[in-house]
């Protein structure tokens, strides 16, 4: 497992491809907001398929202190879980074409068919089961 630390702010992106899969994951603190993000690896270009909140840096309590961000992936190459400071924020399931934050945001009607629902971003423990 890939890990990096990181101050909230500090600007960093940390990025994780499925080994099994054509999936991708990056998380970016761009100094102000700290964002999760799905990749479809498939193409000869990066598609972003889907986008969580995670922060906003002025919200952060502890931002001065370092902080440990890893993701993980289910064994099978078609979830993964952003991990900050041990703690699950964010989830994708490639599968079921859903994401999961605990922020439940973004959230706006999909308009395009093909493309993953954003409607709902809501937080599920069972989106993370897989990890125990």
Known sequence: MKEQTFKPGD????????????HGAVFE????????????LDGSESMILDAVHIYNVANVSDRDR????????????????????????????????????RTNFPNFPTMTPGLWPSADHSWSDEAIAWLT
């Open 11 to 22: 600007g960093v992106t940390f990025a994780s491809d499925s080994l099994i899969n054509p």
């Open 29 to 40: 603190d761009d100094g102000e907001t700290g964002y999760f993000y799905a990749l479809d």
């Open 66 to 101: 370092l902080s440990t961000l890893s993701i993980i992936w289910s064994d099978d190459g078609v979830k993964c879980a952003l991990l900050i400071n041990g703690y699950p924020q964010a989830a994708f399931d490639f599968a079921a074409q859903r994401g999961y934050c």
